[in-house]
């Protein structure tokens, strides 16, 4: 196909997709007439997941047109922009997460949301209902000095918000005023500026975590980054330091290179130790990410606050149509290794029925693991909104290293739960968590493992589940996700994974992984996967793995 043929089959793409949509939103319309069927959500208002605009754009067809619309658009700037300011684009995209640092750990968007309410409140008093939106520089300025003390240049913060406006994160509404859009409005909290200025420690409590994993993103993800050249490459910590983790198992026995105050890049030799995550080097400290956030790196509560933000990768209630839960015995246990505070158990628990002691459809029997600062601060949560289950025993924390054996039962569990775990390590750590799965199953113990899996950027001519034909195996396996001209992988609108794919490596040496690298992985463990399923515009998978 000429490029002139490509450019408008993916303009027609793009019509056709916005036409799926409208259809969605006329035809599963609460309303009888066409006249009265929501608009697409506005840019300009708060996200709201439960308003009908939301639910109509959250359908599986309106995802799905969503993603194509996405795809072909990057597909489109990408053959049309200039090859430089392409480059430019990639090159000097730092600046977009640096700023939306800025816009988070001040507090912005709160004191957006606060002007807004105020000048809603004004409107309404004097019978207006007009009136422009946003606040000027120098007011957010002088709100953060209010209540921080810091002097931030009121210029200088115009130009950075006005690259994030630039972004469609933000609007100028008037030179140098900024208001909020519906994607900034995720990182409302719900607190008031001083109440965030005030305890920045408790921000991020009883919030969805999404202010805390853009706040995770932003900073030590985004400054690890910076060191993944020399990660990959095996610039070593100076001989003082130790790395204990099991993602960089050994030391070096030379003395290694410091870390370059250059861009001079110091490969290891092969009597070097495995590389070094790029988060170790880029903050000069030999203790493994977690055991860094708890000796106070980072506050722990915003760590896996921003771990709970990452449920917007899957769609609402993906865990539950991932397993046929219904098919378990009553009275089953459910273990879930690695499982945080428990968020996706309380997602299962309250689909089971186990929250209501009227009704206890199945009875199952969970166990959330975690290292023990996590548990901690599962039972406080649980303890808020679930202390019944916790008193009764249906819900049971449990200090856990998921490389150590597992805890004895008196009999092997129905269901393992990988969440968002495997992608923290490499290969040799990940293997060791399945085989300590492995060793604890019974021939009728199920393993999921819950993360992204990536599609490759071409079609899949020979794909298999680690190396057997898909059709006799399992089902789900998909050998491209669109077809010509968009990318195999639906390009742009797939990024989100290959960026997290990247963090991994950042942060532990660990990746998100193929479907190919999945299967070959649980089965080097004695694990067999039967069936991948995915939502409609996600690439968070759920495997079903067998004994």
Same mark, same amino acid.
């Given at each position: ?59 599986p ?5 969503a ?14 922009q ?21 816009l ?31 606040l ?29 406006a ?21 990182l409302?909290t ?25 706040g995770?993103?932003?900073?030590e ?73 708890e ?20 769609a ?5 149509s ?8 009553? !009275?089953?246990?459910? $273990? @879930?290794? %690695?499982g ?7 997602? #299962? =628990?309250? *689909? ?31 303890r808020a909104?679930c ?15 998921f ?11 129905a ?27 019974g ?20 794909? !298999?589940w680690?190396? $057997? @034909?898909? %059709? ?8 491209? #996700? =669109?077809? *010509? ?24 040496n ?12 649980a ?13 409609e ?11």
């Open positions: 196909m000429s490029t002139f043929g490509t450019l408008r089959a993916l303009h027609a793409l793009i019509g056709d997709a916005i036409d799926d949509i409208h259809r969605v939103f006329t035809d599963e319309s609460p309303s009888p007439s066409e006249s009265y069927a929501p608009d697409f959500p506005s840019p300009e208002t708060p996200y709201d997941p439960t308003s009908p605009a939301e639910l109509l754009a959250a359908h067809l309106a995802s799905a047109a993603s194509r619309i996405v795809a072909a658009s990057g597909h489109l700037a990408a053959l049309v200039k090859p430089f300011l392409v480059l430019c684009d990639a090159s000097m995209a730092h600046n977009l997460p640096a700023s939306l640092r800025l988070e750990h001040m507090h912005i968007v709160e004191i957006l949301r606060d002007a807004e309410d105020a000048r809603q409140a004004h409107l309404d008093a004097v019978g207006l209902n007009s009136n422009p939106e946003g000027h520089v120098r007011d957010i300025a002088r709100v953060i000095r209010q209540h921080s003390g810091a002097r931030i240049d009121h210029e200088r913060l115009a130009h950075t918000l006005r690259l994030l630039t972004h469609h994160l933000l609007r100028e509404t008037a030179p140098d005023v900024f208001a909020g859009t519906r994607v900034a409005s995720l409302d719900g607190k008031t500026p001083g109440a965030c200025f005030a305890s920045p420690e408790k921000k991020y409590e009883n919030t969805d975590g999404v202010a805390a994993f853009v995770l993103c932003t900073d993800l985004f400054k690890s980054a910076a060191y993944l050249t020399e990660a990959f490459v095996g610039v070593q910590l100076p001989s003082s330091s130790t790395c204990t983790s099991p993602s960089c198992a050994a030391t070096a026995t030379a003395t290694p290179a410091p870390i370059p105050a250059t861009d001079a890049l110091l490969p290891a030799t092969d009597a070097d130790p495995d590389p070094l995550p790029a988060f170790n080097i880029a903050f000069q400290t030999a203790s493994p990410y977690f055991e860094w956030l000796d106070g790196g980072r506050d722990a509560r915003g760590g896996d606050g921003a771990m709970t933000g990452t449920s917007g990768w899957e609402p209630g993906a865990i539950l991932g397993f046929d839960w219904h098919a378990l015995p009553r !009275g089953a246990t459910i $273990v @879930d290794v %690695g945080g505070i428990g968020s996706t158990t309380m997602v #299962l =628990a309250r *689909a089971a029925g186990c929250t209501n002691h009227r009704d206890r459809d199945y009875d199952f029997k969970f166990v959330v693991q975690d290292r023990p600062v996590v548990v901690g601060l599962g039972l406080q949560a649980w909104q202390a019944e289950m916790l008193e009764e025993g249906r819900v049971v924390f449990q200090e856990h290293d490389f150590a054996p597992q805890p004895p039962r008196a009999a092997p569990p269901v393992f739960l990988l969440r968002v775990v495997l992608h923290d390590w490499p290969d040799d750590a990940a293997r060791r968590i399945l085989l300590r799965l492995r060793e604890a199953a021939g009728g113990t199920r393993l999921i493992i819950a993360d992204h899996v990536l599609p490759l950027a071409c079609v899949d001519e020979e794909l !298999g680690g190396g $057997v @034909d898909a %059709g006799s195996e399992g089902e789900g396996a998909e050998r491209t #996700l =669109a077809s *010509a001209p968009l990318l195999p992988n639906l390009g742009k609108a797939s990024a989100n994974a290959y960026w997290m794919d990247l963090t991994m490596h950042s942060m532990f660990g990746k998100e992984r193929t479907l190919r690298e999945l299967c070959a992985l089965l080097s463990a004695g694990w067999r996967v039967t069936r991948v399923t995915r939502a515009g996600s690439l968070f998978g759920h495997l079903v793995c067998e004994p």
